[in-house]
């Protein structure tokens, strides 16, 4: 079974940095679209970041700027560094993978989910 699972969040003060982590086990090819979503609590999923298996990726708005996804394919993990971090930020992140597609912001095209990680910026 393909397993997908967070790590890094916490707590962080407005301005501060976190790193979150996603190890991904059972499938690995480098052309599958990974992403990070986050839902903050009465709100929808929404999408944060992609990287296609090209590694160019694309960033929600709200997190240009600060945000920074990375993929390490040997070690099958893939990374968001956030930095300049904002209450707003504040929810339960989750890393996501589509298989052998193209990336999408679409929640229902992602193949597999982690169980997330919880994100708070006071």
């Known amino acids: 079974d393909v397993q997908l699972v967070e790590s890094g969040g916490g707590a962080a003060q407005v301005g501060g940095s976190l790193k979150l982590s996603c190890s991904i086990s059972g499938h690995t090819d480098p052309d599958d679209c990974m992403a990070w979503f986050r839902q903050a609590p009465g709100r929808e999923r929404e999408g944060v970041v992609t990287v296609d298996g090209a590694g160019r990726s694309n960033y929600a708005d709200s997190v240009k700027g600060r945000f920074t996804i990375s993929k390490d394919n040997a070690k099958n993990a893939l990374y968001l560094q956030m930095s300049s971090l904002k209450p707003e930020d504040t929810a339960m992140y989750y890393c996501?993978?589509?298989?052998?597609?193209?990336?999408?912001?679409?929640?229902?095209?992602?193949?597999?989910w982690g169980q997330g990680t919880q994100v708070t910026v006071s």
């Open positions: 996501a993978a589509r298989f052998y597609q193209s990336c999408t912001t679409k929640l229902d095209d992602y193949d597999v």
